[in-house]
Every structure is written in structure tokens, then in C-alpha cells.
């Protein structure tokens, strides 16, 4: 190919990242070339597919965004930060706190001096047709997948979520395997959703496994982070910050929102490591 590739990771989650200029030269699809280098058998290996674009009005800079399976996805938050700290560190932005311009909008990432990044996720979209979600009411949502019935929470954080309260006693995992796909797949989610289960360890800290959509299990979702820390907010059984611990490892969500006051930013905070640079 003739491009240099870095490889980056967010709790697990792991990302190709690409020069967008070096890409364009070659003329091919960026879904397929997705496809291909995030295949963890024949290609690299990842959960998605990064090209910075720094031709952008409104921002600083933005960015092209793709699932293992090719399909474009609107925010990706363990992407977004190892995006930010990368664009840093390559001299395409000259900030440490950025706007970003993605599908949903406008995303303001700020590098901290221990590497970490903490981004502004804007605000949570809890209206049925914004979502999208079919019904009307999102909140405690009663869905049936084979023999079970799931009490769930439609949100989105520029990409939807459906997120599920389970007992201490349950296997998120299982569950995530067994349930996530058809409810990735349910007719209430016009575009697909993103399954969260999750279980409250106290109301400062949440264990949350996800099925990410286009990508099925993975090690972390920070939108997903984001959307569970909300519902459990908007129920009444978690502070206004939560360490939400994942399969790869923690992050902080911060939102100071409550059921009269939705619309404030969430915030979100975690590492953005290197695993590798290499050219093809």
C-alpha cells in the first residue's frame, strides 16, 4: 500500500490509524480497506478504522470513522481520545484541547498531562426519533429476545445505545453473547444499537460489558461508558461520577445532569496508548 499505519488502544479497544493524505493517493474503499487491515485472522486487527482529516471548517480538524465491518459509525469515545492524543502528537493540531468535527457533531478532546485524554461528549440524546428508537417512551423499555424480557434504556450518545441493568449474580459476558446480536438487530433500532449490561457495584462504580454494533464484543465502548452512566443517573442509583469499570480496563464518566437537567455535557475520561507504527 505504501501508507504508514499506528496502531492504537483505549482500555482494549484498538484502532488503525491512517494519514489521510498518504490514503487518498491510493484511490481505494475506505470501507474495504476497514474491512481488511481490522480482519484479526488476514488484515492487523482492530475494532475500527481511524483517517484524520485536517480539510474541515468549524473545527480544528476532523475525522473519517469505520467499524470492522466497514460501516461508518457517528462517535466512537475510546476512538476519539486515541485519535486526540495522536493528532497532537503529530503536529496536526497544536492545542491540547481541540474541536473535533464527527457525524455527531462537534467533539472537544483535551490532552492531560499524564497522557490520559479527557472529551467532552456533548450532550445525551434521549428523544425517541433522535435516538433513533421506534416507541416513544426509551426510559425502562420492556423488549422481548427469545425467552427473556430485558427492562432496557434507549440513549444516544451521537450513536444509539441500548442499556440494561442486570443482577450481581448474572453473567454480563453470556449475556452479551448470547442476546447482544438480536438486540443489536431488534426492529425498535431503525439504525441498529450498540447493547449495554451492565451491573451497579456501588454508586460511584459500574462493571459494564458491551456489544458494539458493527463490531460485537469488545474490550470497551466509551460512548457506551457514557450512555449507562446516564440511565443509571436518570434511575436514581449512580453519582454524577462513576468509575465504569470494562473488560480492557476503567474510565471516568462525568455528567452533572439529572432528570430535570438532560441537557448537559458528559464527560470522558481515559488512557490512549501506542501499540505500534508500521508501514504497508
Known amino acids: 500500500m505504501g501508507v504508514k499505519i499506528t496502531k492504537m488502544q483505549g482500555c ?16 481505494l474503499s475506505m470501507s474495504d480497506t476497514a474491512k481488511k487491515l481490522c480482519d484479526r485472522h488476514f488484515g492487523i486487527g482492530a475494532d475500527g478504522l481511524i483517517i484524520p482529516n485536517t480539510n474541515v471548517e468549524d473545527a480544528d480538524i476532523g475525522w473519517v470513522f469505520f467499524t470492522s465491518d466497514g460501516s461508518t459509525a457517528q462517535m466512537c469515545g475510546n476512538g476519539m481520545r486515541c485519535f486526540a492524543r495522536y493528532v497532537r502528537d503529530k503536529g496536526l493540531v497544536t492545542k491540547d484541547e481541540f474541536l473535533v468535527k464527527t457525524l455527531a457533531g462537534i467533539m472537544m478532546p483535551k490532552i492531560l498531562e499524564d497522557g490520559s485524554v479527557r472529551v467532552n461528549m456533548s450532550k445525551p440524546i434521549l428523544d425517541s426519533a433522535s435516538i433513533p428508537f421506534v416507541p ?5 423499555y420492556r423488549m422481548a429476545v427469545k425467552n427473556i424480557v430485558f427492562e432496557g434504556n434507549a440513549i444516544s450518545m451521537g450513536n444509539p ?8 449474580s448474572e453473567d454480563m459476558l453470556k ?8 438486540i443489536e438487530t431488534a426492529a425498535e433500532f431503525p439504525e441498529k444499537t450498540n447493547v449495554e449490561f451492565i451491573k451497579i457495584l456501588s454508586p460511584d462504580k459500574i462493571k459494564l460489558c458491551v456489544w458494539e454494533r458493527g463490531c460485537g464484543i469488545t474490550l470497551a465502548c466509551g460512548t457506551g461508558a457514557c450512555a449507562s452512566v446516564v440511565a443509571g443517573i436518570l434511575k436514581g442509583c ?22 430535570v437537567h438532560t441537557g448537559r455535557d458528559v464527560f470522558l475520561t481515559g488512557p490512549a496508548e501506542y501499540v505500534f507504527t508500521a508501514e504497508l
Open 12 to 27: 482494549g479497544n484498538d484502532f488503525v490509524i491512517l494519514d489521510y493524505e498518504e490514503f487518498v493517493k491510493l484511490n
Open 136 to 140: 416513544n417512551d426509551n426510559m425502562n
Open 161 to 168: 445505545h441500548f442499556v440494561i441493568f442486570v443482577s450481581p
Open 175 to 182: 449475556l452479551a453473547k448470547e442476546y447482544g446480536p438480536l
Open 238 to 259: 449512580l453519582n454524577n461520577s462513576v468509575e465504569v469499570e470494562l473488560l480492557g480496563g476503567s474510565v471516568r464518566i462525568d455528567w452533572d445532569g439529572d432528570k
